[in-house]
């Protein structure tokens, strides 16, 4: 079955900093990547999504690159705010199903 | 985006009771619906695929009977914890896929934070 990594499980930003989250998976059939943010008790929440016919997407402060090759995807943002601290997951489709990574908390000290 | 919603948000129960809780998709039908548990400070784990009108599709290692799920209909998915002990407190979550741009992109319901005394 798929296996997702993610790293780092946690990353401390200055705001206005950048901050990179890189994922790897195991089955090449995986064909799509979300990631999802969730604050504390909260539901996760869709930011930005790649599928694997794409290198890169970017919205605004946010932006996911894909290496189909390697099986990496890594999420980008930049000029962090505070409102950016939380923990992001990122997931591989597989056979119809979403196999997470083990989270990042993420957090930025204004 | 689409809107998912659960309830409850939060139980309360003593040791040896069963739980229900249910999962609907508010704008739009789903025939799949999906499962999560999720542990403080970790990742969602997925329990179960629940299809309408079929019996629900879990995980290895997940127990069928003592997770019982229901896709009643298009719009709404139930699992119920039976005889529920305190290592099943857990923040138990469900998703519903949508197509979004061609393919379907899932959206997560509110939670429900399920405590066994």
């Known amino acids: 079955g798929e296996n997702v990594e993610q790293h780092p499980s946690t990353l401390s930003v200055q705001e206005g900093d950048s901050a990179v989250i890189k994922c790897t998976y195991s089955?090449?059939?995986?064909?799509?990547f979300p990631w999802y943010k969730q604050e504390l008790g909260k539901r996760p929440q869709l930011i930005i999504d790649?599928?694997?016919?794409?290198g890169e997407k970017k919205d605004q402060r946010i932006a996911v690159t894909l290496n189909k090759t390697a099986k990496h995807f890594s999420l980008h943002i930049t000029e962090t705010q505070p409102e950016d601290s939380a923990v992001y997951f990122c997931?591989?489709?597989?056979?119809?199903?979403?196999?997470f990574g083990t989270g990042t908390r993420l957090q930025v000290f204004p | 985006g689409a809107v998912v919603s659960q309830h409850p948000s939060r139980v309360i129960c003593k040791s040896g009771t069963s739980v229900k809780i249910e999962c609907r998709s508010l704008d739009f039908q789903a025939t799949t619906m999906f499962w999560y548990r999720q542990f403080p400070k970790q990742s969602l784990m997925l329990m179960a695929t629940?299809?309408?009108?079929?019996?629900?599709?879990?995980e290895q290692g997940v127990e069928k009977d003592k997770f019982l799920i229901n896709h009643a209909s298009l719009t709404l998915s139930t699992l119920t914890v039976t005889s529920a002990h305190p290592e099943d407190s857990s923040f138990y979550i469900c998703?519903?896929?949508?197509?979004?741009?061609?393919?379907?992109?899932?959206?997560f319901g509110p939670g429900t934070r399920l405590t066994v005394l």
């Open positions: 998703s519903a896929p949508t197509w979004t741009s061609g393919t379907d992109t899932q959206y």
């Open positions: 790649i599928r694997s016919n794409v």
């Open positions: 089955d090449s059939a995986s064909n799509y």
């Open positions: 629940s299809n309408e009108g079929s019996k629900a599709t879990y």
């Open positions: 997931a591989a489709k597989y056979q119809d199903k979403l196999i």
